[in-house]
């Protein structure tokens, strides 16, 4: 777990690595990629702090409701991203 927050003042949680907060997530992931190369996990979620939506429509193309929707594919569940697929 990676904390972000602006003051260092700001608690993170226990264990957690604190980074600058510039970059955004792909600051992060990056980060973590490159300090952990040789030793990545065969499975790794990267995610943001809140809960993702459902309703992906693609970049540049709006919902119904005049949005870019959620990040994850309509009938996919965030949790369907935390188990590794099955190998035949």
């Given amino acids: 777990v990676y904390c972000k927050g602006?003051?260092?003042?700001?608690?993170?949680?226990?264990?957690?690595?604190r980074?600058?907060?510039?970059?955004r997530e792909a600051h992060t992931f990056l980060y973590h990629i490159v300090k952990n190369y040789d030793r990545?996990?065969?499975?790794t979620v990267f995610s943001q702090a809140g809960a993702p939506?459902?309703?992906?429509?693609?970049q540049g193309?709006?919902?119904h409701r005049g949005s870019f929707g959620g990040h994850l594919l309509t009938g996919?569940?965030?949790?369907?991203y935390?188990?590794?697929?099955?190998?035949?």
């Avoid at 602006?6 to 690595?17: F, M, P, T």
């Avoid at 990545?40 to 499975?43: G, H, I, N, R, S």
């Avoid at 996919?76 to 369907?80: I, K």
């Fill in 6 to 17: 602006g003051a260092s003042s700001q608690r993170c949680a226990e264990g957690a690595v």
């Fill in 19 to 23: 980074l600058p907060n510039v970059g």
């Fill in 40 to 43: 990545l996990a065969d499975w």
């Fill in 53 to 58: 939506s459902e309703g992906y429509t693609g």
């Fill in 61 to 63: 193309r709006h919902d």
């Fill in 76 to 80: 996919v569940r965030f949790e369907d």
């Fill in 82 to 88: 935390l188990v590794h697929p099955q190998r035949p």
